[in-house]
């Protein structure tokens, strides 16, 4: 067994003058609350949320590299094998019998000791459906057939799993949330074998490719691509990645989930009407997550938040994060270490809070004059 991700959307990087420089995304924008300038800056973002989407989605290539770890054999039970390690065989039936419904995990690289669990536990895939490609018609998938390349694999991703999970969701699934298709397919030893079912899913990815653990069922609860507050996302080529210690680089902190489902329980709201709302939250919830309202700015860092557009909203996400971090000179972030609510480095150095007013007044010279008083008006 293998697994590959594709992600839903590709970066196109830009930039907007003007305040902390951020990346930008398709048909969405970042809120920049910029606490140093002490406004609100509406930032085009086409990165952040594609990487952010990355952190759930995994990237292309990483899926890639990583398509061959782990087969199944289907001769005599179901076998995993590592084709890296040393000749180790571990019987395992689960998969060969997992359906429709059935969520699995395991914890070696190899998944060598994959199991099935209940969904309302943590797992890392879901499956949406079996597909046996020994009865399509042809010599494709035929006896002594060659194993499919990784684009044939994506292909057949995209031709069979993409349609099956949208039908195990009943047309709700969110492509911009938490969620990404998922594939898992024979290795070389299990195709030679005879093994031709393809076991289409729903999976949490990280921008690495590796799958993040889930906990419920997809079917069941929100899809909107959220963490927990006090998270940290890692930094790489000045880009959030996968969650980390708060105590090693990283580009955002998350501090709070908005629920938008209480004040808005009907329709798609207008983008205006919920940048309102999460920027009057977020601000809220910085000044309770750092004990001060003016933390945000005296260390420095920006409020950050994203929208829901409508095939979010009609697939029934409603929560977004309010993230903090530093916009960095270039392109991205600067990375940050330590948690927003203690000592923290940015760039390896302590932040610098600025002058109150926003701006420095000169210290008068020592021995000069004070000014003369002003006439008062009659």
Known sequence: MSTDDVPQDSPTPESQSGGSRAGSFPQSLIIDRNAVSGGSVHLSAPTLRWVLLAVAAGAVIASLIGLFITGFDNEAGLEAHNPGAPAQTVLDKEFGTA????????????????????????????????????????????????????????????????????????????????????????????????????????????????????????TEHDQSKVFEAGICLGINQNL???????AQAHAVEIIATVDLAARFPGAPPAKEEQDRFVEEECTRAATDYLGSPDAVRNKTLTLFFDYLDARSWLAGSRKLDCMIGKGADREGFAPITGSARGDILIDGQAPVPPPNSGRSTPAPLPGAAPLPPQPRPR
């Not at 060659?146 to 995209?158: A, N, Q």
């Not at 492509?175 to 005879?194: A, F, I, N, T």
């Open 99 to 218: 359906a429709r419904g059935d969520c699995l995990s395991w914890t070696k690289q190899d998944r060598s000791d994959l199991v099935k669990v209940a969904c309302s536990n943590k797992h890392l895939f879901e499956v949406a459906a079996d597909v046996d490609m020994s009865k399509y018609p042809g010599v494709e998938f035929g006896t002594g057939s060659r194993f499919p390349d990784s684009l044939r694999l994506t292909e057949l991703k995209e031709e069979h799993c993409v349609p099956a999970v949208q039908q195990y969701m009943n047309g709700r699934f969110d492509p911009r949330g938490r969620y990404v298709v998922g594939l898992m397919y024979p290795s070389p030893d299990g195709w030679k074998h005879g093994d031709r079912t393809l076991r289409c899913g729903l999976q949490f990815s990280g921008s690495t490719g590796n799958p993040l653990q889930s906990a419920g069922s997809a």
């Open 240 to 246: 959030p990645t996968d969650p980390v210690d708060c």
